[in-house]
């Protein structure tokens, strides 16, 4: 019995270390324990051999089997009451242990975590910065680029003289009326409805203080004549050296009050007005200087008979053999510069053979140039048409003829390149959005025609050409001709343009930059030229003069 109450108080003593408190100074006491009940086990042991000796003999061997019994017993009791408590001790250490390794693998996985979210919120932030660096150097682009279409759309806003040009033709329609009452009797060329061609008509003339208005006047043969155009070598078009051949027609029986020319005799025709042929045709051919010295000679004495003569006042210029140019001056001393061509129709197309200037040192004078004035005028017509209200297209005419002024550079070399581009780029791409690209397209355009020496005529041999332009079966055949064939022939002024063509880009950057507000005249083109006088020009558009 003391044994059996022994092992429960030590039971009792020994359960509470199995709960969840354990530490180090629990386990320490636990073998303290352990030894101390080795020792009672010591002591139980002696007792029994002492009360073993005690006994009988005869009850020994009884009493031996049930203490050994009881032994074993309370030593298995022993052993399992020492094994749990060291075995909860053990399984709550290597929990604790697993518990740490835990906390310890889920705190580096959180940080890596962490430390990837930081690194995508850093990303995230680096970002959304370079977004609103690049919406910033956007937003400055787009206000650079506004500020410089601001300065070219002023800079190209030059007046038009679209209302003086209107009053001129008005002006000359009637004039050539009044011309054609004065030669209604004789034998003269028969002056038609004069036409509008030329960069002060077709809306973007160069910057001079004095627009040239010019026109080309069509006339016909007079009666009892017939014009026979000889286009003579059509190798390279337009023909230079073409002629108007001038014969009779049998009128008999048709005019009244006219004899024939073929069937009068000399002495009869004597009493009639003299005939063209012995008026202003040099052999059969009809003479471009005399056609025209008789057509200013024809306006000064028609002009007498207007009303606008009592306002106006119109002299000749004697600048031109070939063409008329007339010098209209109103009441408030404003002058208008009217240059008249003299042209015969080829057939029924918009190609005619006009007395036009030309470069020439020296050109008979009873050759007639092949023009493409009129189609060309007809053609801007047609852009205007399909580009509505925002006829932005005058302006990149009007921006280049600034930019081109002072260097060896043609407005027919001009005119050309704009012509090609706008049939190749659709019209809805010349808006004001993209003025700055148009304009760089044309330079690109024109540095690439300069450097293959080819700028090919837009009119001929050009599959684009819209349907509406009626030309000769040789334009629409023929290979174009090349604009730019001075430059294979002369490599000295090859080189010169290119050098000059890395300027033009430099030029028109600065009328960009400086050009703040319209000015309100600009310098003319006699005063432009190269070195120090363009950048004087530069200067002078970008203030006020």
Not at 20 to 35: A, S, V
Not at 280 to 302: I, N, P, R
Not at 488 to 501: A, N
Request: charged residues 25%.
């Amino acid at each position: 019995m003391v044994a059996l109450v022994f092992i429960f108080t030590l039971l009792a003593q020994t359960l509470p270390l199995a709960g969840n408190d354990f530490n180090e100074h629990t386990f320490r006491h636990m073998k303290q324990h352990e030894l101390y009940l080795r020792e009672q086990m010591t002591v139980l042991l002696k007792e029994v051999e002492q009360i073993n000796q005690n006994h009988s003999r005869m009850g020994m061997q009884a009493l031996l089997s049930a203490v050994l019994f009881f032994w074993k017993t309370v030593s298995l009791c022993v052993f399992g009451l020492l094994f749990w408590p060291m075995w909860k001790i053990r399984k709550k250490f290597w929990e604790d242990q697993d518990n740490s390794d835990e906390v310890s693998c889920s705190s580096e996985e959180e940080c890596q975590e962490e430390q990837e979210l930081e690194k995508e919120v850093e990303e995230q932030q680096e970002e959304l910065e370079d977004q609103e660096e690049k919406k910033q150097q956007e937003h400055t682009e787009m206000e650079e680029l506004e500020q410089k279409e601001e300065a070219v759309l002023s800079l190209a806003a030059v007046p038009s003289h679209q209302e003086h040009g209107e009053m001129i033709l008005s002006m000359l329609c009637e004039l050539i009326k009044c011309s054609q009452f004065v030669i209604a009797n004789t034998f003269y060329p028969v002056p038609e409805h004069p036409i509008v061609v030329g960069s002060t008509y077709e809306g973007w003339g160069l910057p001079e203080e004095e627009p040239i208005f010019c026109l080309l006047v069509p006339f016909k043969a007079p009666r009892g004549h017939i014009f026979h155009l000889d286009l003579g070598t059509t190798r390279q078009l337009p023909v230079k050296n073409s002629c108007i051949h001038v014969e009779w027609e049998c009128t008999c029986g048709q005019e009244m009050g006219m004899l024939c020319f073929l069937r009068t005799s000399e002495d009869e025709l004597r009493n009639q007005s003299p005939s063209l042929l012995d008026t202003l045709c040099t052999g059969s051919y009809l003479d471009v200087w005399k056609t025209a010295c008789w057509f200013e000679t024809l306006c000064m004495t028609s002009w007498k008979y207007l009303p606008e003569s009592s306002v106006y006042s119109l002299n000749v210029t004697l600048l031109f053999k070939r063409s008329c140019r007339l010098r209209l001056t109103d009441v408030f001393r404003r002058t208008f510069l009217i240059e008249i061509m003299l042209g015969v129709q080829q057939d029924n197309t918009d190609i005619f053979l006009s007395s036009q200037e030309t470069e020439a040192p020296y050109m008979p004078s009873t050759s007639w140039l092949q023009t493409c004035a009129v189609a060309e005028a007809k053609f801007f017509r047609y852009i205007t048409a399909r580009a509505g209200e925002d006829n932005l297209y005058l302006r990149y005419m009007r921006v280049c003829a600034y930019v081109l002024v002072g260097y060896n550079f043609s407005p027919y070399e001009l005119k050309t390149v704009l012509m090609n581009l706008q049939t190749a780029i659709p019209m809805e791409c010349w808006s004001w959005k993209n003025f700055v690209l148009r304009m760089e397209d044309i330079f690109h355009y024109l540095c690439c025609c300069l450097e293959q020496k080819c700028l090919d005529h837009f009119l001929v041999g050009n599959e684009a050409v819209p349907a509406e332009f009626i030309l000769p079966w040789e334009f629409r055949e023929s290979r174009p001709p090349n604009l730019f064939q001075h430059l294979v022939q002369d490599p000295d002024r090859h080189e010169q343009v290119l050098y000059e063509m890395e300027m033009l880009q430099d030029r028109f950057t600065t009328l960009l930059i400086y050009r703040k507000r319209q000015t309100s005249t600009c310098p003319t083109a006699e005063h432009i030229g190269h070195g120090e006088d363009a950048a004087q020009y530069e200067e002078g558009v970008a203030v006020e003069c």
